[in-house]
C-alpha cells in the first residue's frame, strides 16, 4: 500500500486543520489506517486510529480534539485537528497496520510520508 499524507501548514493556536491520507495499492476498506506525529527532539507517537469496521482510539494528548474519519469510497483517511495548541507542532505520519479490536489496540507497519504542522502561539 502506498500512503500520501496532505493538509498539513501554519495554524494560530486554537485554530483547526484537517489532514489527508490517501491510500493506493490495496483493499482499502480491509486495512486499518493511524496518524503518528513526531515533534523534533522527541519519539514518534501514535496520536489516532481507526478500525476497518470503524473503531477508533486516540491517544490522552488529542482526545477530544481530534477525530479520524475514513471514507472507503475516496480511499482516504483523514484526520480533523480542532483546538490546535503549540505542542501539537509535529510532522504528522499516515500508515496502515493491524486494529485488534479485542485489545483496542493498533500495530502501524506501513508508512507515508510526513506532513508538517506547525502551531504558533
Known amino acids: 500500500v502506498q500512503l500520501q499524507a496532505s493538509g498539513g501548514g501554519l495554524v494560530q493556536a486554537g485554530g483547526s486543520l484537517r489532514l489527508s491520507c490517501a491510500a493506493s495499492g490495496s483493499t482499502f476498506r480491509d486495512d486499518a489506517f493511524g496518524w503518528s506525529r513526531q515533534a523534533p527532539g522527541k519519539q514518534r507517537e501514535l496520536v489516532a486510529a481507526?478500525?476497518?469496521?470503524?473503531?477508533?482510539k486516540y491517544s490522552d494528548s488529542v482526545k477530544g480534539r481530534f477525530t479520524i474519519s475514513r471514507d472507503n469510497a475516496k480511499n482516504t483517511v483523514y484526520l480533523q485537528m480542532n483546538v490546535l495548541l503549540p505542542e501539537d507542532t509535529a510532522v504528522y505520519y499516515c500508515?496502515?497496520?493491524?486494529?485488534?479490536?479485542?485489545?483496542?489496540?493498533?500495530?502501524?507497519?506501513?508508512w507515508g510520508r510526513g506532513t508538517l504542522v506547525t502551531v504558533s502561539s
Open positions: 500508515n496502515s497496520g493491524q486494529y485488534f479490536v479485542w485489545s483496542g489496540t493498533y500495530s502501524p507497519n506501513t
Open positions: 481507526v478500525s476497518s469496521g470503524g473503531r477508533t
